[in-house]
RNA sequence: GGUCCCAUAGCUCAGUUGGAUAGAGCACAGGUUUUCUAAACCUGCGGCCCUUGGUUCGAAUCCAAGUGGGACUACCA
């Protein structure tokens, strides 16, 4: 079937063409405004000149035309230099009748585009628990794959772990000189908790050492440097690389403790991954990258050892790629990781790092560089750039103790949705396990859909002091109204799925199809966008629309039994929009709460 | 200093390639249930879309300058 664009574009064409002598491509309209009658809005200032027309004597004369030549356009009216365009309620009813049975309206066939997509995100360092700021990325890198996966793309989902770095000897040299031993059994700790305990007590340690020595008549720079621990640390980083057997033993140890406690936020937040990279494993590559550039003059040899690349030309300044040393910095192993991505999936067409914007300058020089060694697959490397999550006082620092911790939020929201739903009191006949499952799947939908709502490029404000709301503009407002449509689902049993021809719609249930009708064009810029937003916002539009609907017309008790078909029809494809728009949120929603 | 990002209602946010009287939610004031789940629905209140100039038939949207906020500018990650 062809859309409503392409039939009007073509009688729009052929409209102005034939009676003004106009040809154009430049035909572009829009939704009708709610306040207005119509489905379609076509602005027509751009052709009253060539038209030598008035704007309202052109809308009427096109109105006109279309109505004569076009059997889907009903009827339309002019306002101004707008031309407000009715299709047919047959229109309409024929688009349901066509998609109202499919279980994905809306999405593309898997792996239909021929494209193959790597999707990065998370990307954790394994010195600390995770925050907030995590769970934006986490939330939003999950979401974006899903979007395209419907998108029809092949889709690889990879976390990259840095697990090795001088922050974890941090952790390692702390644990070993005050831990006493102490493990996440021992404790009843969470392994990634622990860890960061332990970075926090280095950190308090080594500023006490700065102040010392600051006492002692040096400066703070000098401090920083020549402190103890500091000094210790840099060393365990050096026996790490050379594979000292008693630093590698209690690595892999302290490391393992965090992973089970990611792997239990991962969990909890429902996501997952196809692959893990693991930086230890990466970072050699990197050298031999250096190597290549070297042999390929794109990076010079500095006079004291150190290698770097000039891109001043691109405004990005002189980096540093190797250090004097020998050893690798940032993004050395950023370019060693890239490379054997696009080595070991050789069809793979682009490569996506959900990182935040605090790295643009970072992803701008690598990107660069890659291109300067002769990747061509530079060009599909892409940062999906998000704002930082801040709090009420600012950004959040993790030494500073500000930040906030995942782990605590999602329990914190369990229990909001908890007591939320104690006190509605709508959950006779759970089970215990269908209770719990419940209440997390309410507060991941309200921290989830509260995340997502807001566009990913932009900064985002969160208030611990004032709980993540579930009324409203939320995730559990959607949650709450899938369940309502299946619940008047449950309770009309069985029911005609049979074509809609004779009935007559009303305004709310016209503006439900057109609703359903914009999703697989949102989904898809949503998908170009990278941007969950995109369909949080439509969903919630479908839900306040159909929550009106639900008001205001009966479904059960309607006489009309075709009517009464119809209407549940409706809702039934309206509760699988929500659950699919919801689903590429990476939110499940209820039948019954 | 240089580069980049942001600025819309009291608060948190929408506003697709420029289009009609700039929209939601929260908060505040009020109303709706003998009827399919009131985590809902309806009404009201609330705006120099940061400022000034420019482009255009038309600017919250594009351009320039300014103001305010933020990030980056490591041989950290």
Not at 33 to 39: S, Y
Not at 70 to 73: E, F, H, K, L, S
């Given at each position: 079937m062809n859309n409503a664009q392409d039939i009007l574009f073509k009688s729009i064409q052929q409209g102005l063409s034939e009676l003004y002598s106009i040809s154009t491509t430049n035909i572009s309209f829009q939704k009708t405004?709610?306040?207005?009658?119509?489905?379609f809005t076509l602005v027509t200032f751009p052709y009253i000149k060539d038209a030598k027309k008035s704007p309202e004597i052109l809308g009427q004369e096109l109105g006109n035309y279309l109505q004569q030549n076009?059997?889907?356009?009903k009827s339309f009216n002019v306002v101004k230099g707008f031309l407000n365009i009715s299709l047919n309620d047959s229109f309409w009813l024929n688009y349901f009748n066509a998609v109202?049975?499919?279980?994905?309206?809306g999405y593309k066939a898997p792996?239909?585009?021929g494209r193959k997509v790597m999707v990065e995100y998370s990307?954790?360092?394994?010195?600390k628990p995770l925050h907030l700021g995590h769970v934006r990325n986490i939330v939003l890198g999950y979401s974006v794959a899903q979007l395209l996966a419907a998108n029809g793309h092949e889709v690889i989902k990879t976390n990259l772990v840095n697990d090795r770095g001088i922050h974890i000897c941090k952790s390692m040299l702390a644990w070993q000189k005050?831990?006493?031993?102490?493990t996440p059994q021992s404790t009843g700790l969470k392994g990634d908790h622990l860890v960061g305990k332990y970075y926090v007590v280095f950190d308090k340690a080594y500023k006490a050492e700065i102040e010392t020595l600051v006492k002692e008549g040096k400066t703070k720079e000098e401090a920083e440097k020549q402190a103890p621990l500091i000094l210790e640390a840099q060393k365990m980083l050096q026996q790490w690389e050379a594979g000292n057997p008693e630093v590698v033993g209690l690595w892999k140890t302290m490391n393992n403790w965090v992973y089970d406690g990611f792997a239990i936020t991962y969990k909890e937040l429902g996501v997952d991954f196809n692959k893990t990279y693991y930086e230890s494993d990466m970072y050699l590559l990197g050298k031999e990258v250096v190597q290549d550039g070297l042999n390929k003059n794109v990076f010079y040899k500095k006079e004291n050892g150190s290698v770097a690349i000039d891109l001043t030309k691109e405004k990005l300044d002189e980096k540093i790629v190797l250090r004097a040393d020998g050893t690798s910095v940032y993004i050395t192993q950023d370019l060693g990781t890239a490379i054997a991505r696009f080595r070991e999936?050789?069809?793979?067409n682009q490569l996506i790092y959900t990182v935040g914007n605090e790295q643009d300058f970072h992803f701008k020089v690598l990107f660069s560089i890659l291109e300067k060694l002769g990747y061509d697959w530079a060009r599909e490397c892409y940062h999906l750039s998000y704002g930082m999550v801040e709090l009420p006082e600012g950004k959040m620092k993790s030494r500073e103790g500000t930040v906030v911790d995942a782990d605590d939020l999602l329990k914190g929201m369990f229990e909001t949705a908890k007591a939320t739903t104690e006190e509605l009191?709508?959950?006779?006949?759970?089970t215990q396990t269908e209770l719990e499952n419940l209440y997390h799947l309410v507060s991941l939908g309200a921290l989830k859909y509260f995340i997502l709502?807001?566009?990913?490029?932009k900064k985002m404000l969160f208030d611990p002091k004032e709980s993540i709301?579930?009324?409203?503009?939320t995730g559990p407002f959607i949650q709450y109204t899938h369940a309502r449509i299946k619940s008047v689902l449950r309770k009309a049993g069985e029911y005609s799925t049979s074509e809609i021809e004779t009935i007559q719609v009303n305004d709310i249930e016209r503006e439900l199809i057109k609703s359903v009708y914009d999703f697989e064009a949102v989904l898809e810029e949503a998908g170009q966008n990278y941007s969950p937003a995109l369909i949080a916002n439509y969903v919630y539009e479908l839900t306040k629309l159909y929550n009106r609907f639900y008001h205001d017309v009966t479904i059960l008790?309607?006489?009309n039994q075709r009517l009464k078909e119809f209407r549940l029809q409706l809702s039934k494809c309206c509760a699988g929009v929500i659950a699919n728009g919801m689903n590429l949120l990476g939110i499940a929603v209820p039948e019954r709460m």
């Open positions: 405004r709610k306040e207005f009658e119509g489905d076009n059997a889907q356009v109202k049975n499919k279980s994905n309206i792996n239909s585009s990307s954790p360092n394994t010195n005050f831990g006493n031993g102490e999936f050789n069809s793979l009191g709508k959950v006779e006949g759970f709502k807001v566009d990913p490029k709301d579930f009324n409203g503009h008790k309607e006489e």
